[in-house]
């Protein structure tokens, strides 16, 4: 086989693995993944996939759900036609054979009438379909079983990209992704792998913050190739929050779900007292926006490293019964709920934006793709409708497929590739210089570029994150890459991109809020936040 005609996909969760499997029976594909192969946030996925299954419910009313959840921003088109192919979507996972739950009683003689399906925040009819509430999990490792049988995939773990391979780069024209290099974590080596096409699925951009719930993976970078190959971001302003993330040194990225304050579960001060009524008469049944927002003031406004979850004025059969998974975990930590309160802070969720893509995956640089979370096609717009995103990871694989596989099957140049140089650089003596910039980017981001901002805050940290950066360049040019390093090079980045889009955003919506300008501006059509990289001299 030869490597000119190989597909290459970095990243392994669902867009990644769906792809590939679409792919696999017409072209060779190599995948990617910088630890495990499903080690993302989509085996985290707790909830299900958004799509227009049952009688009542109709492509129109999800695209309205979509339009209005996203303030304004979305793209009408990604919208529409991601609901349309909703219903595919989930058929082609029923037939890869994705454990969906079903109804304890046969519900109908439609095609989807004997599942389960349930309503989340936002949507107007009950059409998530889902695995109990583990739906992340059941999708990624039944693809994963099948991607690993596949005669015609070729799997390479713990091997994390370091940038992308073009012909301008190579000094050929006109401009093309060949490839990608990779560090092989196990070897140290650094590695070259071709493609006709190259996909990034990579993911978001979560530990880019002190507080998220995405896994140690989510360092961005995918978006910080591909800015740093020529495409334009998109909507890297729109950052999701999750109002309550357990606090906890060795819970990083545990959930405490929000079905806790729906059974009446209260906010609470290190001294007991409630805090909510000063922001919302709905108190914690407020949106998730408003109630990350009230933590986020009150954490600021004392100096908090936390507030409280309290739901042991229930009783402790109630508890176990509802919340089974979240009472056990604590319990291991030493937290018993239905005794004390649970510790928890807001957390980064989810990125609204990405790298720009056309509704068939395909990114400004001929042959370079980009799909799910890594991705911005304006779907989401301002803030992502509940289980809206599985949904896009599936569309846009099978788009992104469909695309590639219509183009041709070889490269257009046969360019030679050189391997990767090391002679100008060394092993580091000085370790903790990562380490060290790593935290102090994690904090800046999220003291100043967090939940709430102003222009102070913004301007604070663009000085701080371009100081990161040129440090940051320094180290890279004058030592051997390494995991850490790669992916604080891509997360600094990462960092200027969120903090310059915030800056452009004169205007609160979504899930962009600023006290320097609280209100939406209304005096022209609204539109979504585009950065270009610099062009090379």
Not at 42 to 67: F, I, K, M, N, R
Not at 82 to 98: F, K, M, N, P
Not at 450 to 469: E, Y
């Amino acid at each position: 086989m030869s490597t000119n005609e190989q597909v290459l996909i970095i990243g392994g969760g669902v867009a990644g693995l769906s792809l590939a499997l679409r792919l696999a029976d017409a072209v060779p594909v190599c995948m990617l993944a910088k630890g495990p192969l499903t080690e993302g946030s989509s085996l985290y996925a707790q909830g299900g996939v958004a799509a227009v299954l049952g009688d009542q419910d109709s492509v129109e009313s999800h695209v309205t759900d979509t339009l209005v959840a996203g303030a304004g921003l979305c793209d009408p088109e990604a919208v529409r036609f991601t609901v349309e192919h909703s219903r595919g979507a989930i058929q082609w996972l029923i037939d890869q054979g994705v454990a969906f739950t079903r109804l304890t009683e046969p519900g109908g003689n439609g095609p989807f009438d004997d599942y389960h399906l349930t309503r989340e925040g936002g949507h107007a009819q009950r059409r998530i379909i889902h695995s109990a509430d583990s739906t992340g999990r059941a999708i990624t490792t039944t693809l994963e079983d099948k991607v690993r049988r596949h005669p015609n995939i070729t799997l390479h773990d713990y091997h994390i990209a370091i940038d992308l391979i073009t012909t301008a780069r190579l000094g050929h024209g006109p401009d093309r992704c060949l490839g990608a290099y990779a560090l092989d974590r196990r070897s140290g080596r650094v590695q070259v792998f071709r493609g006709r096409a190259v996909v990034l699925a990579t993911g978001g951009i979560g530990k880019v913050y002190l507080y998220t719930s995405n896994p140690d993976v989510a360092t961005g970078d995918g978006i910080a190739m591909a800015w740093r190959a020529g495409c334009r971001v998109g909507n890297m302003e729109f950052i999701q929050f999750h109002p309550t993330c357990l606090f906890h040194p060795k819970a990083k990225t545990f959930l405490i779900s929000e079905a806790l304050r729906g059974e009446g579960g209260l906010l609470r001060l290190p001294s007991g007292e409630r805090f909510m009524q000063a922001y919302d008469e709905r108190l914690e049944l407020a949106p998730r926006d408003v109630v990350a927002r009230a933590i986020d003031s009150e954490m600021k406004r004392l100096g908090l490293g936390c507030v409280y979850l309290d739901i042991s004025h229930l009783s402790a059969e109630f508890i176990h019964e509802h919340f089974p998974s979240i009472a056990a975990r604590c319990l291991e930590l030493g937290i018993d709920i239905t005794r004390e309160p649970i510790p928890v802070v807001p957390a980064a969720h989810y990125l609204c934006g990405g790298v720009v893509t056309d509704l068939g995956g395909r990114t400004d640089l001929p042959g370079l793709y980009a799909v799910g979370e890594a991705a911005y096609t304006g779907l989401h717009g301002a803030n992502r409708l509940a289980s809206n995103s599985l949904l896009e990871c599936l569309v846009m694989a099978q788009a992104a497929a469909t695309d590639i596989l219509a183009g041709p099957a070889r490269q257009a140049v046969a360019v030679v590739i050189p391997p990767w140089d090391e002679s100008q650089v060394t092993d580091s003596d000085e370790e903790v210089v990562v380490a060290h910039n790593w935290d102090e980017l994690r904090r800046a981001m999220w003291d100043y570029v967090g939940i709430v901002r102003t222009d102070k805050r913004l301007a604070r940290a663009l000085r701080r994150v371009q100081l990161l950066a040129r440090e940051i360049d320094e180290y890279y040019a004058n030592f051997r890459v390494s995991n850490d390093l790669i992916e604080l090079r891509n997360l600094v980045l990462i960092g200027e991109l969120i903090v310059r889009s915030a800056q452009q955003r004169r205007e609160s919506r979504g899930l962009h809020y600023s006290l320097d300008c609280p209100r939406l501006e209304e005096t022209q059509p609204p539109r979504p936040t585009l950065l270009s990289p610099p062009r090379a001299d």
